[in-house]
């Protein structure tokens, strides 16, 4: 079995036997083979980049066996310099995620665990599978696990968050489903990718391959005006869930148009990029607009998710090398930055049980420590220079400018409204005298919250300061993707 497999299947294995755990009266070890697995699985996923050969664009670590071979489907992975750093990106937020829920969930612990865990392996078996089917299973498997961890230890509204976030992404993900079958056909029964991305297609055609692929990965990134259902989901979501949902799942669907709409339909994606482009830009300034006035933590945070994954669509199409590699950068960032910022939400949760701003005032007075943590990652979500969230911002709005002007300063204006809805939530929150008893009892962050916060800083500095290993891993990629969508493939 190689590398990517077991990148995919050992967590899903280590869920299986969490699912298989009794419930609560082993809850003690169940979280520590949760841990084990997590660490296991993310620690399988560092080899991949000492051998991984940045001066190629092809496939890496491929694997291909036959799986249904009536229709010619094959169990088939591989990484390139564009699908790279998901798979240690997503091992990493899991491990992470099973330390913020050591303490916070004491209800049915084997299946939120093996819930996580199964569903990491699912989102790294979406990254590397290079079969149109097996990435279209992978696509919606995830679905199942996080409806549940929506469904089951969701807020009072759970089970309404659970249905909005399943039937928007799986009545997109039909069209997709239509758009596979097609290319099915058209390629005279094959799902390799690599032979859908050389199809001479027609305009017509093309353009009606974007829009499919369109309904699937707009509502999963999720960009404007099809973001309703991420704030909803947010807010009723576990931290964890929220956690990974920001973190890993909206990447699911940028990482499908530069892996399916802008290869297989080079020319319509041309054709609409100023559509993307006008998209991106309102999702980046009316939704920053947006989350100002919001008084829930967690809703905030998630309006801004959706401005900061504004910038990652608004760069793949101005179809520059600056653009494109700046919006992975800024996937890779916002993995971090907003993983932390939804974590350290839930570490004021967990204590006070209220995400409302106004419940909070002078927590800097009863926990220095986490406010120091909190501190940084609200900077990064402004965008500072010397943390992750800078440094993909940085490179799309330098690749917009060099598209256009005034598309670059419509985008850099985000950098402000980034700097006002962030630092104005921490100075609610944080500073000032202590306004009410709940803050006054506060006890600061223990060993197990600091050892996690800690991760995450660590990460969130050290891409911030030398963001060269991560830029690249993806050069290459991304200037051979730029080069085949720069050819017409018009029949």
């Known amino acids: 079995m190689g590398l990517l497999s077991l990148a995919i299947w050992v967590p899903i294995a280590f869920g299986a036997v969490l699912l298989a755990c009794g419930r609560d009266e082993h809850a003690k070890v169940v979280r520590w083979i949760a841990l084990v697995g997590a660490v296991i699985s993310f620690l399988l996923t560092l080899p991949l980049y000492g051998q991984f050969d940045t001066t190629t664009a092809a496939m890496q670590f491929v694997e291909k066996a036959g799986w249904i071979s009536r229709f010619n489907v094959n169990y088939h992975l591989g990484v390139d310099g564009i699908s790279f750093w998901f798979v240690p990106l997503t091992a990493f937020i899991t491990v992470v995620v099973v330390i913020a829920g050591w303490e916070a969930i004491t209800q049915r612990v084997n299946q939120y665990m093996g819930a996580f865990l199964i569903l990491s392996g699912l989102m790294i078996g979406v990254f590397t599978a290079l079969d149109g089917l097996l990435f279209y299973v992978f696509f919606e498997a995830t679905l199942i696990p996080m409806y549940l961890i929506i469904g089951i230890w969701g807020g009072p509204n759970k089970i309404y968050a659970a249905f909005k976030f399943f039937l928007y992404t799986l009545l997109g993900s039909l069209l997709m489903l239509v758009a596979l079958i097609y290319l099915y056909t058209k390629s005279g029964g094959s799902f390799d990718l690599a032979t859908w991305h050389a199809l001479p297609l027609g305009s017509t055609a093309q353009t009606l391959l974007?829009?499919?692929?369109?309904?699937?990965?707009?509502?999963?990134?999720?960009?404007?005006?099809?973001?309703?259902?991420?704030?909803?989901?947010?807010?009723?979501?576990?931290?964890?869930?929220?956690?990974?949902?920001?973190?890993?799942?909206?990447?699911?669907?940028?990482?499908?148009?530069?892996?399916?709409?802008?290869?297989?339909?080079?020319?319509?994606?041309?054709?609409?990029?100023?559509?993307?482009?006008?998209?991106?830009?309102?999702?980046?300034?009316?939704?920053?607009?947006?989350?100002?006035?919001?008084?829930?933590?967690?809703?905030?945070?998630?309006?801004?998710?959706?401005?900061?994954?504004?910038?990652?669509?608004?760069?793949?199409?101005?179809?520059?090398?600056?653009?494109?590699?700046?919006?992975?950068?800024?996937?890779?960032?916002?993995?971090?930055?907003?993983?932390?910022?939804?974590?350290?939400i839930g570490v004021l949760y967990d204590r006070v049980h209220s995400r409302e701003i106004s419940s909070y005032g002078g927590v800097v007075n009863t926990m220095p420590k986490f406010a120091a943590f909190a501190l940084l990652f609200a900077m990064a979500n402004c965008g500072l220079p010397g943390t992750a969230g800078f440094v993909g911002e940085w490179m799309v709005i330098l690749g917009a400018v060099k598209f256009n002007f005034w598309i670059g300063f419509a985008a850099s204006s985000a950098l402000i409204f980034g700097a006002a809805y962030t630092l104005w939530m921490f100075k609610r929150v944080y500073l000032g005298p202590v306004t009410n008893d709940d803050v006054k009892g506060l006890s600061d962050i223990n060993a197990r919250e600091f050892f996690m916060l800690t991760l995450l800083a660590v990460a969130v500095l050290y891409m911030g300061l030398y963001p060269k290993p991560f830029t690249d891993v993806m050069d290459v990629s991304v200037a051979e993707l730029l080069k085949h969508v720069a050819v017409s493939k018009l029949n």
């Open 210 to 344: 974007f829009f499919a692929f369109f309904a699937a990965f707009a509502v999963k990134v999720p960009m404007w005006p099809v973001h309703t259902w991420l704030p909803d989901v947010h807010v009723e979501a576990p931290t964890g869930g929220s956690a990974v949902l920001a973190a890993i799942m909206l990447k699911l669907g940028a990482y499908g148009f530069l892996r399916f709409s802008m290869p297989i339909a080079p020319d319509a994606a041309h054709e609409w990029g100023g559509f993307m482009v006008a998209l991106s830009l309102i999702a980046v300034v009316y939704v920053g607009l947006v989350a100002m006035v919001q008084q829930d933590m967690k809703k905030l945070v998630a309006y801004s998710s959706v401005a900061h994954m504004g910038f990652v669509t608004l760069g793949f199409f101005i179809f520059n090398d600056l653009g494109v590699s700046g919006g992975l950068v800024q996937m890779i960032a916002h993995g971090f930055v907003s993983g932390a910022m939804f974590l350290s």
